[in-house]
């Protein structure tokens, strides 16, 4: 069963024991420094970030690493996309 729900709600209001609930995003471009712009919904057990996050140097990601580890999911995938760099 899979059911998208871009604002954030369960499509079908409740979760099961044998469900697993996946946040995914991704081409967000910096926009995690900015929360009134981007709002994670705070369900799910698995948060993953597909990539283009666009920063640039070794201070800006320890920054969204902090920003991926305050968010209320247990486990957290992260994907470099054609827009990531590190070093």
């Given at each position: 069963?899979?059911?998208?729900?871009?604002?954030?709600?369960l499509p079908h209001g409740r979760?099961?024991?044998?469900?697993?609930?996946v946040v995914a995003l991704s081409d967000t471009h910096g926009l995690h420094t900015k929360?009134?712009?981007?709002?994670?919904?705070?369900?799910?057990?698995?948060?993953?970030?597909?990539?283009?996050?666009?920063?640039?140097?070794?201070?800006?990601w320890q920054h969204f690493l902090s920003w991926m580890a305050a968010q209320p999911q247990a486990a957290k995938v992260m994907c470099f996309?054609?827009?990531?760099?590190?070093?």
């Open positions: 069963h899979c059911s998208i729900a871009p604002s954030g709600r979760i099961g024991a044998m469900d697993t609930v929360p009134d712009k981007l709002a994670v919904p705070a369900v799910g057990s698995v948060l993953i970030h597909a990539g283009d996050v666009e920063l640039r140097g070794r201070n800006h996309g054609n827009m990531d760099a590190y070093g």
